[in-house]
Each structure stands twice: as structure tokens, then as C-alpha cells.
């Protein structure tokens, strides 16, 4: 609510600049929606704007006179045309008033992403410090991939990181060079979905993570085991562990092959190597199917760190939002197609992608994405 309220406020305050600019008259302006009642309102003195909060957070309006929209139809303008009202302007002015709201919207989200770059900077892990390479599903398999390729480029594209523009461009693309065993390899792309591709699980392509442990939760079942920090994990219930990513899924199919059962709990056989040495061990999880074993996804990796001064952040924000608008624009052919329709969420499914636990990175780079 807190970031659609800003992002209402700012964009209906587009149409509003504009039409003030122009010297058009507007008679409301409001946050949210208040049909029937107002939870506040106030209109200034001398002032032709009531401005007021409604009631039902879904977006908000502004009132502006002599213009067909939601708040008033052609009805209300059986009257002469006053010239403080937005028909009695040029069409340029009318249509800087209309689109006004999407314009404001936009240079915010440009705003926002060039003061996070100041503020945070930008952290990552490039595609060619994943000494370890990729891990690829059964699909990306059957196209040419391997197991520990170095994503390099794609149509000759180099391939910086790993997020869902290199998804993108990787499924777009007609072959792509990877580094695999120090030699430089072509895979040649079939014609394939990013919609697709999006859905597998496990997922089509995902940084290998040695499967190597970082460290135990104390009292959590791998402690109470005698697992300790750089054991490396070798099976789970006789299935070959060859990274952490293999590992996720084996406790994940526990889990939920107890599940069906009815369990609360699963039971699994470890096998484990410690400085060359093998040994098994059993032990059972906890009622969450939580075994207490941490590794940090990319701890193994070299970390690049951009660091932006305060006008050095302008031009990088406004990189950042252009490459994420045209992305998603690019995306938007996937609505129209029966799948694509299925994914398209609402009010929810914006509340989804914002974190449980507060984090105002995260909320600001959200709200430049919305």
C-alpha cells in the first residue's frame, strides 16, 4: 500500500501539474478511490481542488474539468465550453494532461533506480568469476548444455550476469558460446520460450554451487549428526549429490514425498566425505523438513561492487530502468498467449514480490519496477 500510495500520488500529480500548467481547472484529488464517503478531505482556502484520501486502495483520480473519464461523462458537459477547461485547450496541452500521470511514472522509477545505485551501489557476481560454471535441467541438457559450462555470449551478445536478461537473451538467441574445460564451445538454440523455460523446476540454468558446507545451525539435525563446516555432501538416500543445487531438490522431493505420506517429519541416509574420508550417518528433520546445513549461494565467488557518485548515479539509473522497461515490453507478447494469461496477477500478486522482513533496498527497487 505504501508504494502504490506514492506511486498514485505521483502520477495522478502528472495530470495535475499539467493541467494546472495550463490553466485547467481541477476540482478533486484524490488517493484511493471514495465512493460514497471520504476517509478525509479538505479543500483550501480559495482554492478550486478538494483534496481527500478514499477508502479503497486500488489507485486514485483526479477531477479535471471539461474531460470525459471516470469521474464525469459526456453528460456533464452539456454546457458552453469554459476556457478553464481542459476541451477548450489545443490538443497538445490535451495530450500532455493525459499523459502526463505515465510520464511522472516514469521519471520516478528513473529517479529511484539512479538513487539506489547511490546508495547501494550494484553488487554481482559476473557470469565469468562462476569458475564452478552452470547447472542445467533436463531441457538445457537436451539442447547441448553441460554441466559446469561458463556462460559467455549469446549471437555474439556477452553475457555479463546472471538474472532474467541473460534468461532473455539466452532463449532469443540463435547459438551460444560457453566456456566449457577451457575451451570455448557453440550450443545452437532451438526455437523456445522464455515462458517455458521460466516454469521448469528445477530451473533450466542456475550457478553451480559446490556442494560443500558452509556451516551447521547448532542444535538442528546436521549438528546434532556430527556434520561440521567443509564436509562435502556425496548422496542423500543413495541419490549422487553433485552440487548444493542437487541437494536442494533431494530435500525438497523428501519433503514432499513425506508429505503424501503424511509425515511430519523425513528420514534420510548422508553420506559424506571429510578431508578424503567417507562415512554414513542417518538422521531425521525437523517438523519444517529443516535439516540446519547453510551454504551461501555465491560465497565461492569473486564479487564485483560498483560503487556511484551522486551524478555518476543519473546516467546508470537511467541505463537501468531503460534496459528493465524495455525487457518487460519485450516480455509482453507472452500475455497474449493462453499460458501468458494465466500468469497475469493482480493486487496479490504484487504483495508477493515484496519481502516478509522490511528492507528498504528491496522496497525501493520494487517500487521502481511497479
Given at each position: 500500500?505504501m508504494?502504490l500510495?506514492?506511486?498514485?500520488?505521483?502520477?495522478e500529480?502528472?495530470?495535475f501539474?499539467f493541467?494546472?500548467?495550463f490553466?485547467?481547472r481541477?476540482t478533486?484529488?484524490y488517493?484511493?478511490?471514495n465512493?460514497?464517503?471520504?476517509?478525509?478531505k479538505f479543500?483550501?482556502?480559495?482554492?478550486e481542488t478538494?483534496y481527500?484520501?478514499?477508502w479503497v486502495p486500488?489507485?486514485?483520480?483526479?477531477?479535471?474539468?471539461?474531460m470525459v473519464?471516470?469521474t464525469?461523462?459526456?453528460?456533464?458537459?452539456?454546457?458552453?465550453v469554459?476556457?478553464?477547461?481542459f476541451?477548450?485547450?489545443?490538443?497538445w496541452?490535451?495530450?500532455l494532461?493525459m499523459?502526463?500521470?505515465?510520464l511522472m511514472?516514469?521519471?520516478?522509477?528513473l529517479?529511484?533506480?539512479?538513487?539506489?545505485?547511490f546508495?547501494?551501489g550494484?553488487?554481482y557476481?559476473?557470469?565469468?568469476d562462476?569458475t564452478?560454471?552452470?547447472?542445467f535441467n533436463e531441457r538445457?541438457e537436451?539442447?547441448g548444455f553441460?554441466?559446469g559450462?561458463i556462460?559467455?555470449s549469446?549471437d555474439?551478445?556477452?553475457?555479463e550476469?546472471f538474472?532474467?536478461?541473460m534468461?532473455r537473451i539466452?532463449t532469443e538467441?540463435?547459438s551460444v558460446?560457453?566456456n566449457?574445460?577451457?575451451?570455448?564451445?557453440?550450443v545452437f538454440?532451438p526455437?523456445i520460450?522464455l515462458?517455458d523455460i521460466?516454469?521448469?523446476?528445477?530451473a533450466?540454468?542456475a550457478?553451480?554451487?559446490p556442494?560443500v558446507?558452509?556451516?551447521?545451525?547448532a542444535?538442528?539435525?546436521m549438528?546434532?549428526?556430527?556434520?561440521?563446516?567443509?564436509?562435502t555432501?556425496l548422496?542423500?538416500?543413495g541419490k549422487?549429490?553433485?552440487s548444493?543445487?542437487?541437494?536442494?531438490?533431494?530435500m525438497?522431493s523428501?519433503?514432499?514425498?513425506?508429505?503424501?505420506?503424511?509425515?511430519t517429519?523425513?528420514?534420510l541416509?548422508l553420506?559424506?566425505s571429510?578431508?578424503?574420508v567417507?562415512?554414513t550417518?542417518?538422521l531425521t528433520t525437523?517438523?519444517?523438513?529443516?535439516v540446519?546445513v547453510?551454504?551461501s549461494?555465491l560465497l565461492?565467488?569473486?564479487?564485483t561492487?560498483l560503487?556511484?557518485?551522486?551524478f555518476?548515479?543519473?546516467?546508470?539509473g537511467?541505463t537501468?530502468?531503460?534496459?528493465t522497461?524495455?525487457?518487460?515490453?519485450?516480455?509482453?507478447?507472452?500475455v497474449?498467449?493462453?499460458?501468458?494469461?494465466k500468469?497475469v496477477?493482480?493486487?496479490?500478486t504484487?504483495?508477493?514480490?515484496f519481502?516478509?522482513?522490511?528492507?528498504?533496498?528491496?522496497?525501493?527497487?520494487?517500487?521502481?519496477?511497479?
Amino acid at each position: 500500500i505504501m508504494s502504490l500510495s506514492l506511486l498514485v500520488i505521483i502520477h495522478e500529480g502528472g495530470h495535475f501539474f499539467f493541467a494546472k500548467l495550463f490553466k485547467v481547472r481541477v476540482t478533486k484529488f484524490y488517493l484511493f478511490f471514495n465512493p460514497w464517503f471520504s476517509l478525509f478531505k479538505f479543500k483550501p482556502k480559495n482554492s478550486e481542488t478538494e483534496y481527500g484520501v478514499g477508502w479503497v486502495p486500488l489507485g486514485g483520480y483526479v477531477q479535471i474539468a471539461g474531460m470525459v473519464d471516470e469521474t464525469q461523462n459526456s453528460e456533464d458537459l452539456n454546457h458552453p465550453v469554459e476556457e478553464w477547461e481542459f476541451r477548450a485547450k489545443p490538443a497538445w496541452q490535451r495530450l500532455l494532461i493525459m499523459v502526463g500521470g505515465v510520464l511522472m511514472n516514469f521519471l520516478l522509477a528513473l529517479f529511484i533506480y539512479s538513487m539506489i545505485l547511490f546508495t547501494w551501489g550494484d553488487s554481482y557476481v559476473a557470469l565469468k568469476d562462476m569458475t564452478h560454471g552452470m547447472e542445467f535441467n533436463e531441457r538445457a541438457e537436451k539442447i547441448g548444455f553441460c554441466d559446469g559450462d561458463i556462460l559467455l555470449s549469446a549471437d555474439g551478445q556477452p553475457l555479463e550476469r546472471f538474472n532474467m536478461d541473460m534468461l532473455r537473451i539466452v532463449t532469443e538467441a540463435r547459438s551460444v558460446m560457453v566456456n566449457r574445460d577451457g575451451q570455448e564451445v557453440e550450443v545452437f538454440m532451438p526455437e523456445i520460450s522464455l515462458l517455458d523455460i521460466a516454469k521448469d523446476d528445477p530451473a533450466f540454468v542456475a550457478p553451480l554451487i559446490p556442494n560443500v558446507v558452509d556451516s551447521v545451525v547448532a542444535g538442528m539435525p546436521m549438528a546434532k549428526a556430527g556434520i561440521q563446516a567443509g564436509d562435502t555432501l556425496l548422496t542423500v538416500n543413495g541419490k549422487r549429490v553433485s552440487s548444493w543445487n542437487v541437494f536442494l531438490d533431494a530435500m525438497a522431493s523428501l519433503k514432499s514425498i513425506a508429505q503424501e505420506e503424511g509425515k511430519t517429519q523425513a528420514d534420510l541416509t548422508l553420506v559424506y566425505s571429510r578431508g578424503g574420508v567417507r562415512d554414513t550417518l542417518a538422521l531425521t528433520t525437523d517438523s519444517l523438513f529443516q535439516v540446519g546445513v547453510v551454504k551461501s549461494a555465491l560465497l565461492d565467488y569473486k564479487q564485483t561492487n560498483l560503487k556511484y557518485g551522486f551524478f555518476e548515479s543519473f546516467p546508470a539509473g537511467i541505463t537501468l530502468g531503460v534496459n528493465t522497461l524495455k525487457g518487460y515490453v519485450n516480455d509482453l507478447k507472452y500475455v497474449f498467449t493462453k499460458e501468458g494469461a494465466k500468469s497475469v496477477g493482480g493486487f496479490g500478486t504484487i504483495g508477493s514480490i515484496f519481502p516478509e522482513v522490511w528492507d528498504w533496498h528491496r522496497f525501493w527497487e520494487m517500487t521502481a519496477f511497479l
